[in-house]
Structures are given as structure tokens and as C-alpha cells.
């Protein structure tokens, strides 16, 4: 099992930045790809980023691409999601996952509790 706590978020103006954090525990946790969702009030929940063990690998939708930087330490089990730019759109729960990659980015096991974000106009 793993077992994911997101923090960070909170309320920014739009053209701000926010910092999320999901820090990781569980036997296997350390060792699996990791990703950030949203979901916006009445909107289904949609894949933002994710990042592999290894940070060989990542992927963004494209929404948030060059606005959003995902990352990861691996010696405190802890993936980050440096937004900037942020938009009122991008006002949603966001969710920390965890699973295998490619896996994480289509249908992850393991999710969080969710941390809102709300932006601003």
C-alpha cells in the first residue's frame, strides 16, 4: 500500500505561482512513478503531469505544458508540481498519484486526498 498527502495549495491571484507537494509512505512507495490530476467543479478528473521513478520521464497535458514543472526527490519520497503563470481555469482539487509508468498517467491506483487550488481573476 501507499499512502499519498498532498499540501500547497491555497489561493493565488492569476499570472501567481503555488508549489504543490505529495510526500509518499508505504513499503514500495519510493520506487513508483508518480503524477498530479485535477478536478474542476463539475468537470471529470483530467491527468496535468507525471514523472517516472527514474525522472528519465515526463509528461504534461498539454493545458498546463511550459507553465507547469513537475519533479521529484526521491531521498524524501516527495514529488512537487511548480505551477506558474496560473490561469482562473486552472482552479480545481488537485490529486497526487502514484503507480507504475506508463500506468500513472492513464489509471493510477494509488491516489491522495486532494489539496484545492483556486485562482483568482
Known amino acids: 500500500q501507499v499512502q499519498l498527502v498532498e499540501s500547497g495549495g491555497g489561493l493565488v491571484q492569476a499570472g501567481g505561482s503555488l508549489r504543490l507537494s505529495c510526500a509518499a509512505s508505504?513499503?514500495?512507495?519510493?520506487?513508483?512513478?508518480r503524477g498530479w490530476f485535477r478536478q474542476a467543479p463539475g468537470k471529470e478528473r483530467e491527468f496535468v503531469a507525471a514523472?517516472?521513478?527514474?525522472?528519465?520521464?515526463?509528461h504534461y497535458a498539454d493545458s498546463v505544458k511550459g507553465r507547469f514543472t513537475i519533479s521529484r526527490d526521491n531521498a524524501k519520497n516527495t514529488v512537487y508540481l511548480q505551477m506558474n503563470s496560473l490561469k482562473p481555469e486552472d482552479t480545481a482539487v488537485y490529486y497526487c498519484?502514484?503507480?507504475?509508468?506508463?500506468?500513472?498517467?492513464?489509471?493510477?491506483?494509488?491516489w491522495g486526498q486532494g489539496t484545492q487550488v483556486t485562482v483568482s481573476s
Open positions: 514523472i517516472s521513478w527514474s525522472v528519465i520521464n515526463t
Open positions: 508505504g513499503r514500495t512507495s519510493s520506487s513508483y512513478a
Open positions: 498519484a502514484a503507480d507504475s509508468w506508463p500506468k500513472v498517467v492513464s489509471s493510477p491506483d494509488y
